[in-house]
């Protein structure tokens, strides 16, 4: 198994329902996918030649944790400028991009009431990321 100089991580508030959680990670791992190239490989084909969407080219660790640690977490991703991704409990309530953009901007960094975020980096600033969160069942 490959080991990677880099780590995409994806952290999810302990109190979630299952669909929640399923939901807030696809939404978080898009938004990686979208702006930092070197994380998606190249498309896949069968051997019918059938071509299908390129995926991340390494695994995607998926923690929990509390309020706190979240909030900690986030905290500590910003201050390493780590490509982040956030989603809100406010996302929970909107049913489009735009609504969910106006909801993340009209409260302070510190108000954010997060349910999880993404983060990608060197594996080493995203397992300080991290500190402390527990592999997701």
Known sequence: MERFDTKIAVLLRDDLLTWQRLNVTAFLVSGLGSTVPEVVGEPYRDADDVQYLPMFRQPVLVFEAGKELLRAAHERAVGRSLPLAVFTSDLFATGNDGDN???????????????????YGPRNAVDKVVKGASMHP
């Open 101 to 119: 953009r106006a909801a993340v901007r009209a409260v302070t960094t510190a108000g954010l009431d997060l349910v999880g975020l993404a983060v």
